[in-house]
């Protein structure tokens, strides 16, 4: 039930082209929802975050979609770039707590081809 | 600001060793975590702390991991002994406060190989 089920494992998406990545949960106590980019050699670095009160969150290119019934929620990255090429992994996590640990999906390897 | 920063950033080492890692984290920031990355994984983590007292530890192999913060600041991650499965990438984050709104700072992590 802690699981955040991600997919797919890696994408090949065309320069100009809309990336697409889904995340699936389980808790129906998380609610906290982030995206993080990592290029290689580097640390995971906050993209985008979503709370469940909303159906969407745009910033710039990127945009969350969230269905709190399906319990599920989706990264759309528009005008996909080539500097956009890492691994996304998407993020849950609940606040009725001490703490605030964030648990992982297994990542997304996106490729942008020029 | 300067980040957080790790080190070493690459550590080679047999079986049955030890290892150890630190961690500097933001300036000010009062919760640090260690996550674990292993190769095609998400990061998973091992253990936060709250200033210097651990918040939680529970996915913390204890027999053979231990990390502490003493002063409230740097924190440093021990593994002895080392085994195979232990390959991977050690991150170190911190974060200024306990709450949602606060995105967790990564460093850019040690990668350890174990032979």
């Known amino acids: 039930q802690q699981q955040v089920k991600q997919s797919p494992q890696s994408l090949i998406v065309q320069k100009g082209g809309i990336s697409i990545i889904n995340c699936a949960y389980e808790?129906?106590?998380?609610?906290?929802f982030p995206w993080y980019q990592q290029f290689p050699g580097k640390g995971p670095a906050l993209l985008i975050a979503i709370r469940p009160d909303v159906s969407e969150k745009k910033e710039g290119r990127f945009t969350i979609s969230f269905n709190k019934s399906a319990k599920q929620f989706s990264l759309h990255i528009m005008d996909s770039q080539p500097g956009d090429s890492a691994t996304y992994f998407c993020?849950?996590?609940?606040?009725?707590?001490?703490?605030?640990?964030?648990?992982f999906g297994t990542g997304t390897l996106l490729a942008v081809q020029p | 600001e300067a980040g957080v920063a790790q080190s070493p950033r690459y550590k080679i080492i047999e079986k049955r060793q030890s290892v150890a890692f630190w961690c500097n984290p933001i300036s000010g920031h009062a919760t640090l975590y260690w996550y674990q990355q292993i190769l095609g994984q998400g990061p998973k983590l091992l253990i936060q702390f709250q200033n210097n007292g651990v918040v939680d530890d529970s996915q913390l192999p204890k027999d053979r991991f231990s990390a502490e913060r003493l002063k409230g600041v740097d924190s440093t991650l021990k593994i002895q002994p080392a085994k195979l499965e232990d390959s991977a990438v050690y991150l170190c984050?911190?974060?200024?406060?306990?709450?949602?709104?606060?995105?967790?700072?990564f460093g850019n992590g040690t990668r350890l190989t174990v032979t």
């Open positions: 984050a911190s974060t200024q406060l306990l709450s949602l709104n606060s995105p967790l700072h």
């Open positions: 993020a849950a996590s609940s606040n009725g707590g001490a703490t605030n640990k964030l648990i």
């Open positions: 808790n129906t106590a998380f609610d906290y």
